[in-house]
């Protein structure tokens, strides 16, 4: 019914920057919030960012001043700018998405992409 693509992680020196992107397709009528979540070895998944249709953001106090967060909603796409990384950031990063489907009766969903490894080491 509806994908999550995530690009973009990688391995980055401290101090290093990346930009992560998700694009989401498939049966979608409409997109509310689209968000990054991260998951270290032997930690629970954590909210790392959040933004609406609206363009209003949320972030986790961890990565406030270093990640921006952003949204194309013509691509359905959103994008994670993270700057300045610190070795606390690795982890997977996954993409999600609250949203109705275009089906009837008009069905919300959420959806997870598949997670992007981010490593962060000199």
């Known amino acids: 019914q509806v994908q999550l693509v995530e690009s973009g992680g990688g391995l980055v020196q401290p101090g290093g920057s990346l930009r992560l992107s998700c694009a989401a397709s498939?049966?979608?009528?409409?997109?509310?919030?689209m968000g990054w979540y991260r998951q270290a070895p032997g930690k629970q998944r954590e909210l790392v960012a959040a933004i609406t249709s609206g363009g209003s953001t949320n972030y986790a106090d961890s990565v406030k001043g270093r990640f921006t967060i952003s949204r194309d909603n013509a691509k359905n796409t959103v994008y994670l700018q993270m700057n300045s990384l610190k070795p606390e950031d690795t982890a997977v990063y996954y993409c999600n998405a609250d949203l109705f489907l275009r089906v009837v009766p008009r069905t919300r969903g959420e959806f997870w992409g598949q997670g992007t490894q981010v490593t962060v080491s000199s």
């Open positions: 498939g049966s979608i009528f409409s997109i509310n919030a």
